[in-house]
């Protein structure tokens, strides 16, 4: 019944920036991690930024830290991710994740349990 959606997604020019939101339902995951990865096409999914249960850590790959911006609002069961500077290689689907049993800043996909059915991104040059 855990159902996790991810919205804003779209198509942006280079440069631009695009807000998502990822609202779970059936489950309150306000002590645990959430996370966000992104599969290009032809690529495996990769991590892309993670926050702990309340906040005070987040951890982004080295590819997109100083652009994007996890935070999250407990009380919505709701994680965001703030893009800016998009680049064209920023283009493919993102996934927003939820653990069941990490509080700390996770960055594995073994460390996460439900998983949203995705949103595309699309960066154009």
């Known amino acids: 019944q855990v159902q996790l959606i991810e919205s804003g997604g779209g198509l942006v020019q280079a440069g631009g920036s695009l807000r998502l939101s990822c609202v779970a339902s059936?489950?309150?995951?306000?002590?645990?991690?959430r996370g966000w990865f992104r599969q290009a096409p032809g690529k495996e999914r990769e991590f892309v930024a993670t926050?702990?249960?309340?906040?005070?850590?987040?951890y982004y790959a080295e590819s997109v830290k100083g652009r994007f911006t996890i935070s999250r609002d407990n009380a919505k069961n709701t994680v965001y991710l703030q893009m800016n500077s998009l680049k064209s290689e920023d283009t493919a689907v993102y996934y927003c994740?939820?653990?069941?049993?990490?509080?700390?800043?996770?960055?594995?996909?073994?460390?996460?349990?439900?998983w949203g059915q995705g949103t595309q991104v699309t960066v154009s040059s």
């Open positions: 994740a939820a653990s069941a049993a990490t509080r700390r800043a996770a960055s594995l996909e073994a460390e996460y349990h439900y």
């Open positions: 059936g489950r309150t995951f306000s002590t645990y991690a």
């Open positions: 926050i702990n249960w309340s906040s005070s850590s987040t």
